[in-house]
């Protein structure tokens, strides 16, 4: 299983909506970054409302995705954490420092559009 | 596996990626109906632009969706429909009269929210 990636306009829109395996997490991954690079996409929205439960694997994938698609250049927004996902995230120290957040989907592409037209 | 299906203001974007499986099709019909009956959308959107090769039964799931989506009053547009489904489509009689299509997804969105401003 893969997980569609879709551009719009300059951004590329994810929405995750069931659990991952670990093999569908790392193959996400590497989707994603090529897309980046393809698309020359300037930022990324992830919507993860539909996940209710993340393992420590799949939080670190998370975590590096969103350090990776800096370090490409595009501006990440992460939207619709759930309580339980935020609670694995910060316990495993994976703090997303410098990530966008934001409910859902639309209000993360308003928050990422504003972003870049500043 | 499952196809997502991604909430955009009133419309829903679906992006189908890779080859679908007959089991994978029927649940996508399933889902994308339930998802309209849900949110109320009033379009949708369906890229095929990664699809290069349609069988009879997916045709056919896909010629059904899309009246089913019609019938529960939901205005489609397909996108990037490849010149083999294309031609799978008309010599099965699928001739998707009265659905928008449009080159990519960000010009089906375009297309859509034209239809359903007037």
Redesign the interface.
């Known amino acids: 299983?893969?997980?569609?990636?879709?551009?719009?306009?300059d951004c590329l829109?994810v929405?995750?909506?069931?659990e991952l395996d670990d093999q569908t997490a790392l193959q996400f991954q590497e989707d994603l970054l090529n897309k980046i690079h393809e698309t020359n996409a300037k930022g990324v929205v992830i919507?993860i409302t539909s996940i209710d439960f993340i393992d420590s694997f799949i939080a670190k994938v998370l975590g590096d995705v969103i350090n990776m698609s800096t370090l490409m250049g595009a501006k990440v927004v992460i939207t619709g954490i759930q309580p339980a996902v935020a609670i694995t995230l910060i316990e495993l120290g994976i703090g997303l420092e410098d990530v966008l957040t934001a409910l859902d989907?639309?209000k993360g592409?308003e928050k990422l559009q504003q972003e870049l037209g500043d």
């Open positions: 299983m893969r997980i569609p990636i879709l551009k719009l306009h829109l929405s995750i909506q069931w919507d989907l639309e592409l």
